[in-house]
């Protein structure tokens, strides 16, 4: 079945403690992206992936770190959590645009993370 | 730059009723719109699209929408709403040859016996 898996599904933690949220997929796909959701706000982009180890930042970087070693796996890592990254963490993934067309982004089921 | 605004933080309608959740688009380049559902603690899932060709897209679960150019607009509409329709619904844009999405702030849409 075509997916993109993360994990942990749900993580508390305390500021400071450095964590990694994983992402896989397994579709084959060039981009991958990492999404934040926050109430009122809507999803905006963390850091995003053309190709493995080509990695650029989206809306909201700050405190934030991603890495791309394998076509499959994309990791976000947070240093120095903050209880302002309180929030509902997506990955996604798409083939590359081609002939200027975009193909549908396919999401993880979402990572709520609370930092305390 | 492109952005997105959906118009109601919420919607409620009756079951049977017809649904419209609205969205504005600004964008520099031609857009490529999306409308995505998100079902209670789960991920997003595309309902439809539009690229190039027919202004009328069509989606699953009997949903579609209609750009229009001139409006900016890409509004979604069912014509019957169904309980299992609740969830919140986003609006988002790209443009060709990128990937990005650019979302809305989302809309919670409401279907009440």
């Known amino acids: 079945e075509a997916q993109v898996t993360q994990n942990p599904r749900y993580l508390i933690t305390v500021t400071g403690k450095k964590l990694t949220v994983t992402c896989s997929q397994n579709?084959?796909?060039?981009?991958m992206s990492w999404y934040r959701q926050d109430p009122g706000l809507g999803l905006r982009q963390i850091y995003y992936?053309?190709?493995?180890?080509?990695?650029d930042k989206g809306d909201v970087p700050e405190g934030y770190k991603v890495s791309r070693k394998e076509k499959r796996n994309f990791p976000l890592i947070l240093e120095s959590p903050s209880p302002n990254q309180t929030s509902l963490y997506f990955c996604a993934s798409s083939f590359l645009p081609t002939s200027g067309f975009a193909y549908e982004q396919y999401f993880g089921p979402g990572t709520r993370l609370t930092v305390t | 730059a492109q952005s997105v605004t959906q118009l109601g933080s919420h919607v409620s309608v009756s079951e049977g009723a017809l649904v419209l959740l609205r969205c504005n688009y600004s964008s520099s380049v031609p857009p490529y719109l999306f409308w995505y559902v998100q079902y209670p603690n789960q991920g997003l899932q595309l309902l439809l699209k539009y690229t190039t060709g027919a202004t009328l897209v069509k989606g699953i679960n009997g949903f579609e929408a209609e750009f229009k150019k001139s409006e900016t607009s890409f509004h979604l509409t069912k014509p019957s709403a169904h309980m299992s329709d609740a969830a919140e619904y986003f609006c988002a844009v790209s443009g060709p040859g990128f990937q990005k999405l650019v979302f809305g702030t989302g809309t919670r849409l409401l279907v009440s016996p």
């Open positions: 992936s053309m190709n493995v180890e080509v990695t």
């Open positions: 579709m084959n796909h060039e981009y």
